[in-house]
């Protein structure tokens, strides 16, 4: 498939600029893989979809105030996106300004302290905190680094709620938006229900945001996120298969996260799970046997998930919708199927749903292989 093939007219108002007062209170579009059926509902509904012993996986990332404004030794304005934290005083970080500064420069905070640029690698920098660490820079000066698509400067409201309720572990740009529907109340709901949960971690990158630019998907290069899927969590994907229960990710996130365990836990390819990601096609990928077991997974990972693509964890999904062209929607569509996935969206804009980070959700079943 072609780059082409993912694309859909989305007009700009349906683009969520801001969250809905309550977490719950978006829409749900349920979508059934084999069948292809649409049913419209509400997210206070996915109670309804689920069954007692279905296992929900959480992406339990943390988003970090990433976005720092500088200057320029000339006195001109850099953005700072901070992508990737190597240790406390050094980063790789996207640089916006009117002209890019030269390596070996200092950038200068509001406050005096300052930033080196050390190297490039591709578009990021590589920057070291000359006085003091990066978190507490973030902490004072960092700002919440809300989605280009988002016209909007970030507000008070945006610290809490571009934040899921659940998150921990600190490191994330962007958040794993599938769970920014969650409040506690429907958390309480779900463990009364005998809904089990389990989490683990992928810190989202600001890349996830990157068009795809080749139209040939074969040239595209992932970016690289860094994940975790611990013993505890693999424990408790492995009991629930044995009860003949369902494994539900919420957000690609964790599709990507337990996708790339199970590549490297048991693909039949040669090689690290990086050079799975890189060097196989989705060809190879869809016709990867299932692994005997899943063994825990922590490093970075660029798997490409488009069609074809065989699952091996995931039976179904919570999500968002999401951009044209995207590896994203490119994703949703393996997992429950182009044609369904693209009638899905042309139903959604139809019927006025919202989209991306602050938008709407969709409950998809995966399409039968």
Known sequence: ??????????????????????????????????????TDL??????????????????DTRVIPARLFARKPTGGQVEVLIERMVDDREAFAHLRASKTPRLGAELQLADGERLLIL????????????????PKLMQRHGHMPLPPYIRRADDAADIERYQTVYAEREGAVAAPTAGLHFDQ??????????????????????????????????QHRM???????????????????????????VGT????SLETAAAASGSDIAGSEDQLADAASPEQLASVTAPLGLRPYRGESRLFIRPPYRFRVVDAMITNFHLPGSTLLMLVSAFAGHEAIMAAYSHAVSQRYRFFSYGDAMFLTRVKS
């Open 223 to 249: 970016h690289a996120e860094w994940l975790e899927v611990n013993e505890k969590a693999v424990a408790q994907i492995e009991a629930t298969r044995a009860t003949g229960s369902r494994i539900i990710a």
């Open 1 to 38: 498939m072609r780059r082409s093939d993912f694309h859909f007219d989305l007009p700009d108002e349906l683009i969520a600029q801001r969250p809905l007062a309550e977490r719950s209170a978006s829409r749900l579009l349920a979508l059934d893989g084999a069948t292809g059926r649409q």
């Open 253 to 256: 996130t964790s599709v990507r």
């Open 42 to 59: 509400r997210f206070l509904d996915l109670p309804s979809l689920l069954q007692a012993g279905d296992l929900l996986v959480f992406n």
């Open 119 to 134: 190297d490039r690698e591709d578009d990021l920098f590589r920057l070291r905190a000359l006085d003091a660490a990066l």
């Open 185 to 218: 109340p429907m958390l309480d709901r779900l463990a009364q229900a005998g809904i089990k949960t389990a989490h683990i971690t992928l810190h989202v990158g600001a890349g996830t945001f990157q068009p795809v630019r080749e139209e040939d998907l074969d």
